[in-house]
């Protein structure tokens, strides 16, 4: 399955006692680890290719590929850690059932019962080379397992489409192949990342490919088959050690334990062919990973046929160009911008050059380069790597997505509508999302001065009503949702309700729901309430996971529980609210105003312009895979003076983060019954399907059944969402202030963080016709620091540890009689 260190048998010729060699435990002495500060590209390529690696002082560079196996990380990682700590008792064992990569290893067998709970996913686990302690005498005795995670497979149906995976940056191409003929259809051999328990003694020296019969054999100061090695955080450091210059085909000698040395940096570059070893890791840290990519040069692909198993070599994939990428191509002895607009199977490249008609056929991949610009140009991008823009198709501004900046100032962005890509798009061509909202006023008048002008943006975000049907349409709206409680927004959020508060519990959702998820999904054994228990189904399970996001301003509630559909209705299991309105108080301090369209989808004209409006709860609705309904509830209703008026005072907002998704919530018509269920409740219930709606928080609603998945799949596969946005009139802040609520109520000794998000009263200045106001600048450049940044890598949680169960069961039963 994997290429890595299954290419050959490891020769080992062991000293008898290695306990006063450089690389133990506690580290090289400083003379012996290269920090690499200052390191020039012409040192850089002399120390891969002579001694067989070089550090990366400033980190793994751009590429797209880096990027997917973090993500890759970031949503499995958890997971297999769980499935590991859950299978300790088995770390030594081989696996003698089967006869796949790293089988005979210590961790065999539980690297294939991880494989198997991960099927489907493209991601394999095998054990690697062990570790060994220091002083073992005996060869064949190892301390303890290590783990290879491949998500080759997954990497292989994610570039399908493009029939390539991108290149590396120029400057990593200049150091990696110096040698042009080795830039020529390079290979991904590998990807994914290690898994190391915490205690581990060094790993056994090794190559990773080798030669052991003396065929093509590397050429001496060339390589051919190298290895990258990063961490994710930027405080951690690699500490693999290496044997500069050990290209013995895998035959080790003790002299070579003596000559290792640590390539400590954020990110390093390795010979495949050299020998090296993991690093010890630090008792307690937990179990840690270090990713990795391998490639092949162009020149090295045909020989590594001869030195794998040819069912390995089928996980592999070409690195090129895709068809559309922006490049520089060498014509005429100087580089010109172009696009690539075909790639035959021979390898070869065919390009237009940029603002011209002319075409150059049979490019090689060595005379094409990613964009460069100008050497002396200062480049300022205005957009980061996830910023939803407007960008430019055949005139016409559409709605796109930041994919790649490049050097000469040019974008790639993938388009909202059909997810394809454009390259090379100039600065001109991109500009901030700008979606129209309606304001009945400024549309009345533009009918009364040119009635030829009928078509117009209406609250359903389609232009083909007349002006004046579409606030008559507005006002329909308003009464269903007073009446019955509901509206359904057939075509998802309308264009015209654009506003920088639903950009941000976007954002938040794609960065943290996985991991939200894992955490919840490794509580499973302390999602039911213990006996005699008052509390809901996940609530001690939410409260954990609050306190290891808290410093990232999300919170996990435990709303209304899952339950049987028939009497008596007897709970079933938990679903959670992914609160993020804390994080949202630090990014806006004031919200910027409500769109015209969906202030006056909620309230009249008149109604909306007095007072203040609030968002009391931002985030996002989670029910695990088969859970039952949610208890039927109604969130907040007014009581006392406060009852029920003509207005809709709590309008929540519910949204599916993709278009091709439907809310599938279930209401009762016209339930505002100040919370009080019946068995006409139910039988009354009705099941709203839509890409969004608006419901009435007064009205009684529940959370529809989710689908089952099967036993044996992983998290977050199954979780449903739902975004949403919970907002307060100025008459609800009223009753609010007025502790005149029920089902939710101000309460100031709550535990629970109530505190509204205040939303700017100013009207929006219409520069454009239909144009939204936009945030504040600090909080804009919140919401792009959001859409390039990563989900937190969290410390592993005790309860995953031997004996870690019981103690957090322990602490649920003191947590749950506390509260």
Known sequence: YCLVSEVACVVQTLPTYRGMCGGTADGLAPSACFQGVGINATTAREQLHQKGWTILPDGMPEWELRRFVERMFRRHNG?????????KANWSKTDDAESGPGCYRPGGLVARLASQSMDATGIFVYAAHPSQAEDEEDGDHFSGPRWYVSCMEAAMRHYKPLGVAPLPPNNLRDILWPNKEDQCRPWLTEAGWTIVPDGSDPQVLHADICSPDGYNLREHNRGRYQHFAWKLRPSELCTTQVVSGAFT??????????????????????????????????????????????????????????????????????????????????????WCPAFVESRPKRGLYNVKLEGKEHRVQGMKDAELRHRQGCADAVVNHVFAVGSAVDAQFEGAWCAAKVTKLNADGTYRVTWQEDRTCTDGLPASAVRRR??????????????????????????????CADAVESVERLAVQRT?????????????????????????????????????????????????????????????????????????????YSPGESQEECSPYQSTGPRW????????????????????????????????????????????????????????????????????TDETRWPHILWKRSAS???????????????????????????VRAPAIVVDSEVLHRGARTPPVGADSCAPLGWVSTLSIELCSPSGWQ?????????????????????????????????????????????LKSLAALHTAVAPILPTPFWVAEGGKERLCTEQKRWEHAM
């Open 79 to 87: 997971r297999l850690i769980q499935l590991l700590t859950e299978q």
């Open 249 to 334: 085909e895998g035959e080790v000698a003790w002299a070579h334990y003596k000559q290792c040395t640590i390539a400590q940096g954020r990110a390093f570059i390795f010979d495949s062919e050299m020998l090296h070893r993991g690093g010890p890791t630090a008792p307690g840290c937990g179990l840690s990973s270090t990713l990795t990519l391998q490639i092949c040069s162009g020149s090295g692909w045909p020989h590594l046929k001869d030195k794998v198993d040819s069912g390995l070599m089928w996980y592999t994939q070409p690195l090129g160009w895709a068809v559309g990428d922006a490049v520089d191509a060498w014509v005429d002895d100087s």
């Open 434 to 463: 700008k979606r129209k909202r309606l304001d009945a006023s400024s549309i009345i008048s533009t009918v009364s001065n040119d009635r030829c002008k009928r078509r117009c943006i209406t609250s359903e975000g389609i232009g």
């Open 480 to 556: 269903l949702l007073r009446s019955q409680g509901w509206i359904e927004l057939a075509s998802g959020l309308p264009k015209s309700w654009s506003w920088p508060v639903f950009e941000f519990v976007e954002a938040c959702h794609d960065m943290f729901n996985d991991l939200v998820i894992s955490e919840l999904d490794s509580l499973r054994h302390v999602w039911v309430p213990c006996e005699n228990s008052l509390s809901r189904y996940g609530a001690f399970a939410a409260a954990k996971v609050s306190e290891r996001l808290c410093p990232y301003g999300i919170a996990v």
């Open 577 to 644: 609210y992914v609160s993020v309105t804390a994080k949202a108080l630090e990014c806006f301090g004031v919200a910027p105003p409500l769109p015209a369209a969906l202030r006056h989808t909620i309230l009249s004209p008149s109604a909306a312009s007095e007072g203040e409006f609030r968002a009391r709860g931002l985030g996002w609705a989670l029910a695990p895979p088969g859970s039952d309904p949610q208890a039927i509830h109604a969130d907040i209703w007014g009581i006392g003076k406060h009852e029920k």
């Open 661 to 687: 998704q439907f809310c599938t919530t279930q209401i009762v018509p016209g339930g505002f019954t100040l919370g009080a269920i019946s068995e006409d409740s139910f039988s009354s219930i009705r099941q």
């Open 735 to 779: 009753a609010w202030e007025e502790f005149s609520t029920g089902g939710t109520t101000k309460d100031p000794t709550c535990s629970l963080d109530w505190t509204m998000l205040r939303i700017n009263t100013k009207p929006a200045p219409l520069q454009a016709p239909g144009e939204c106001m936009a945030a504040s600048p600090d909080a």
